[in-house]
């Protein structure tokens, strides 16, 4: 889709939420990205230009802004990773909660496990 990874992430996050009926704010972007707000006005800038997002008042608190997905970027999303996705669903769907409960757990432990350890003898600002 010719984006970066924060652009495709804040894309498929939207998509997800969309599917579940919520709503997303820039600050659910920018937690779900875990990026400062500034980079998150920088990203939603930047997809909104290129025609992927919009930016609309909430349904329920006109003092608060949603970001939604374009038709066209919704449409070009399925495009390209719609059949991935679907496959990735019904792999999913073989296994219990259990099983995915465990798998999740798994995932969290590798991912802790191979992140550096901050380095004692660094200065923290560093």
């Given at each position: 889709m010719d984006m970066n990874a924060s652009d495709l992430a804040a894309l498929r996050m939207l998509i997800v939420r969309e599917q579940r009926g919520h709503w997303v704010s820039p600050h659910d972007i920018a937690s779900h990205l875990a990026i400062s707000t500034a980079s998150t006005t920088k990203l939603l800038d930047r997809l909104t230009r290129s025609g992927h997002l919009e930016r609309r008042p909430h349904p329920h608190d006109r003092r608060a802004r949603v970001v939604v997905l374009s038709e066209a970027a919704r449409t070009?999303?399925?495009r390209h990773l719609g059949a991935r996705m679907t496959?990735?669903?019904?792999a999913a769907e073989s296994y219990s909660d259990d099983e995915l409960r465990a798998i999740v757990r798994f995932l969290g432990d590798m991912e802790e496990a191979l992140t550096p350890a901050p380095d004692a003898n660094r200065p923290a600002d560093e």
């Open positions: 070009e999303f399925y496959k990735m669903r019904v």
